[in-house]
């Protein structure tokens, strides 16, 4: 049935050899049928957690209370869930106890929506107790049983519903849509590391445009930091957003660029992302608005980095609709003298040797800029002696 399934076959024929039941469930088998890239393959089996660490060699008990037991195989690892449902939820996030039960129906009775209710085996077969498979033809996010008492459940659910709704470009059901409507401060119960998830998936999602429409039909957007508490914020990204953007750095720029008075920072500390994510947006921030006023140069090349080349010419393409060619970019970006700091022929111990009467001090990183700048600009060439002479005559007059 396809690679990534049969990559996961012998985890499946381990466990029926065992005399136990495996199919692959979830995500996967939703893209499967939608002939989309297929991401992670799930399993779910009616052995417990215990008895697939023993039946592997290689595993990782990442959610073992849970019943999840990551199993690695070549050079992929799978979630294999033994069949369970939940107890009562009490603070619309997590529930109080899972029960392992017998039967995948019961197991894909607990799953958020009928699209991802399907479970397949290794032929193809299919085991469908919500119609999930009709729901795909007919583009519908439906839950299963009562939207009401799901998102009760869950409230990370109804995010999830509008994320799904811009990755698949599908429909939400319009019982769907008022219980969300309904329940929408119960998300309010959800840490901010699950709702950004679902955020950044929904952000990235070709039906963006749609999705924000349901942020904004059912104000569910009046729940998200940032839009909750800047109504503005929201109507702006409403008006001008109408493509995806899935480089969360690309999205906080562009969310500022969009909004101003809230700073890449800002935006970075309300949805907890990385340090990483909030010095690439503002390293793409600056360069473009370096560019605006000086264009295309070696220095703004080189501050960006290679690495940050792609998603700052995505940046500008979607704030002033056009972009370079990518190539050209890594062609200049190939001819450049130095390419980052420690391509610099000269060093501070060089510099330190050089001057053996001076103290360490700041001299030394001033130097040291000067000449990275100077050999940028072609106005010095990276070589030893060349520089070596440069920084003697900065030292002579600084001396005087
Ligand atoms: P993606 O391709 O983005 O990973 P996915 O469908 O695999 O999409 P996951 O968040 O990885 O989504 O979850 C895997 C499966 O687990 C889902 O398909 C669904 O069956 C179930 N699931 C995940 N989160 C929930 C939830 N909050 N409530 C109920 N079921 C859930
Ligand atoms: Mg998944």
């Known amino acids: 049935i396809g690679k990534p399934f049969d990559q996961a076959a012998p985890i499946i024929h381990t466990l029926n050899k065992h005399g136990y039941e495996c199919f692959f469930v979830g995500g996967s088998v939703r ?23 023993q039946l592997f060699k290689r595993t ?25 449902t939940e107890g009562e939820y009490k603070d619309h996030r997590h529930p109080e106890q899972v029960f392992f039960v017998d039967s995948i129906e019961e197991d894909l009775s607990r ?13 193809g077969n299919i085991i469908d107790p919500f119609n999930g498979l009709q729901d795909l033809k007919s583009k519908r996010i439906q839950t299963v049983r009562h939207a009401q008492d799901r998102f009760n459940e869950d409230a990370l659910r109804m995010l999830r519903a509008i994320r799904f709704s811009s990755q698949l470009e599908f429909f939400i059901d319009d019982e769907v849509v008022t219980a969300i409507k309904e329940n929408r401060s119960l998300l309010d119960a959800i840490s901010v590391e699950r709702i950004t998830v679902e955020l950044t998936k929904m952000f990235g999602g070709n039906g963006v445009v749609r999705a924000l429409e349901y942020l904004k039909e059912t104000n569910l957007y009046q729940q998200l930091p940032i839009f909750r508490e800047n109504e503005e914020v929201f109507s702006q990204v409403y008006k001008r957003l109408r493509e995806p953007i899935s480089d969360q750095a690309v999205l906080i720029a562009y969310l500022h660029l969009m909004e101003p008075s809230i700073s890449i920072s800002t935006w970075c500390k309300a949805y907890k992302l990385s340090n990483a994510v909030k010095r690439k947006a503002t390293i793409i921030h600056e360069a473009f608005d370096q560019h605006q006023t000086t264009g295309l140069t070696n220095d703004l090349l080189y501050q960006l980095t290679f690495d940050h080349i792609p998603s700052w010419n995505e940046y500008i393409r979607l704030a002033e609709g056009k972009s370079y060619d990518l190539s050209e970019l890594y062609s200049m970006f190939e001819q450049l003298p130095i390419k980052q700091k420690s391509d610099l022929a000269i060093n501070g111990s060089d510099l330190i040797r050089l001057f053996p009467g001076r103290k360490k001090g700041k001299w030394i990183s001033d130097y040291l800029s000067e000449l990275e700048y100077q050999v940028l600009r072609q106005e010095l060439p990276n070589q030893k002696d060349e520089i070596e002479r440069q920084v003697k005559t900065w030292n002579q007059t600084e001396q005087n």
């Open 60 to 84: 990782i008990p990442v959610g073992i209370e849970h019943g999840t037991i990551l199993v690695l195989l070549n050079d992929n690892s799978y979630e294999v869930t033994t069949y369970r």
């Open 31 to 53: 893209d499967f049928q939608l002939k989309r890239t297929i991401g992670d393959v799930d399993l779910a089996t009616d052995a417990d957690p215990h008895t697939v660490q």
């Open 111 to 123: 799953r958020d929506f009928t699209i991802n209710a399907i479970a397949m085996d290794l032929d």
